[in-house]
């Protein structure tokens, strides 16, 4: 059973930045691809960024398009999501998911982690 671990979330002003680490519990040979979604209070959850685990494409939402970037670090089992010039918009809680095919489904989801952004 695959579990993921997200974290590096937190509180920071409008312009900052963070970066979202996703730990996968065990060999990673399985994962196709890992993403990141996101769901603020009273909206439904949504798509934030997608990467294939060993590389070749990445593909972000349309408001996050130039701010913020998916990687990831194979030998520790590692994906990140590094977060620039946030906006209060991107308040919410962020998750992590691994999927182990090409489709549009996931497979196993973090726990979350809160990213703050104030104005």
């Known amino acids: 059973q695959v579990q993921l671990v997200d974290s590096g979330g937190g509180l920071v002003q409008a312009g900052g930045s963070l970066r979202l680490s996703c730990t996968v519990s065990?060999?990673?040979?399985?994962?196709?691809?890992m993403g990141w979604f996101r769901q603020a209070p009273g909206k439904e959850r949504e798509f934030v960024a997608a990467?294939?685990?060993?590389?070749?494409?990445?593909r972000y939402a349309a408001s996050v398009q130039g701010r913020f970037t998916i990687s990831s670090d194979n030998a520790k089992n590692t994906a990140y999501l590094q977060m620039n010039n946030l906006r209060p918009e991107d308040t919410a809680l962020y998750y992590c998911t691994a999927g182990l095919g090409p489709g549009t489904s996931y497979d196993y989801w973090g726990q979350g982690t809160q990213v703050t952004v104030s104005s």
């Open positions: 990467m294939r685990w060993s590389g070749g494409w990445t």
């Open positions: 065990e060999r990673t040979f399985s994962i196709y691809k």
